[in-house]
């Protein structure tokens, strides 16, 4: 029984209008991000003057009448009404105020006395005060600013300062009362004239639409800016490293088909001598084979490691080199003299692995073998300011002088993968060496091999 795969479902209405209102938004930020300030705030004035013109063209122009109903009197309590205060019964006469002054004021008039305390309003304020002898038989009159108070004989300061106080109070609550009795009455006088009928355009909400518009597309435009150019910038950052990668695959690649292409040669050469010399000089056939296992046993693992590991210590790329050398002091004789003059301490140095090799066969091939009487090849290592520098140098004819001159392939090959190594901590230069001859130096940032070091160093 086969079971065939599930149909997928078809997006809903609302599916596809989110989808494209995604798609919307994310073109209309886009186009944000690639205008400039500028044209962002000509183009927000241009709307603004479109919007405040259209405002008032049909059908924006048109209104309609909002009615709002009258307020409901019921809802709203009436308000009880005050009961007067019923005045105090007279045994005697009130006291009799002086005749006003030509500089009398209106104000109120407040009677205390032993029947109570009497406020009336009065149309001038009390003349100046009389002295005391003229109140000795009449009692005290107190002027206080807008208040006449008079007392009878034998009133305490006391007293009076309670029934100022007192009629103070009584004289706010008044006023209160009567301001609140106007706002009501003022109220009741609007609310009895009806609902009322305010006009409105249709296109009133346009102008707040459009600034907030603005608004917002500011606030896009500026956040936008900034995920775009994380983006972009990821994105170029993830390219140019997968361009690295292929870059640096490239160039193993080459290096790999160089060393494809020497090491058969190489051994077919020694191979053919090994024969030969076990006719005419066995001792001497028996010192390359053993130098040819060596370097075989050296050089075999080379290639696995080169593309596993961007580095090596230099010990292990010496222990290529010495065997080689003494292969190749076989097959010369006394034409060819080398010297390595790299101390311990640097044997577990990181170093890139087949580059030095690369070197010594290209001195050789293009230096040393070409040149009847052959000459000297030198290996030396030494720290300068903080990096290693490894120099192979010989005695041969000179760079670019021979007749089995390369093309240089080799050299650009250690140039470009120096450069995805260390990028422009390492360097790869060329020179002549005092009388006659070519040295190559490659120099690199300086690091100890842990693998090399824990090997030196263990038991």
Known sequence: MTTQPPTPATPTAWARFIGRSVQLFHAYAGWLVGISWRRFFVLSLGLIITVAIVHDVPPFS???????????????????????????????????????TPQSQEGVEINIDERGVTVTPRAGASAP????????????????????????????????REAVEEARREIRSAIDEAKEDAKDAAREAAEARGPRFVSHKFGEPLMPLTMWFIFISAIIKFTYKGTVAAEAKAAQATEVAESESLKRQVIEARMAAMQAQVEPH???????????????DPARASIMQKNLIALLRASMPTMRE????????????????????????????ERLQTDIRVSDGLLSAEFPPMMLQSLVENAIKHGLEPKAEGGQLTVSAEIAHGKLAVTVADTGLGFGKAATNGTGIGLSNIRERLTLLYGAKASLSVGETPGGGTSVTITVPYAVNADAQAETSGP
């Open 62 to 100: 048109w209104t309609y009448t909002e009615v709002l109903p009258a307020r409901d009197q019921a809802r709203r309590p009436a308000k009880p009404p005050r009961t007067p205060t019923p005045p105090a019964k007279r045994t005697e006469p009130p006291a009799v105020e002086p005749p006003a």
């Open 129 to 160: 005060a009389s002295s005391a002898s003229d109140a000795k038989g009449s009692g005290f009159e107190l002027k206080v600013p807008g208040v006449s108070i008079r007392l009878p004989p034998g009133a305490d300061a006391q007293a009076v």
């Open 266 to 280: 190489f051994l077919f050469n020694t191979l053919a001598s090994i024969d030969h010399l076990i006719e005419t």
């Open 306 to 333: 080169a593309n596993a590991r961007a580095t090596r210590d230099l010990g292990r790329e010496l222990a290529m080199i010495r065997p080689y050398l003494e292969i190749l002091k076989v097959r010369m004789e």
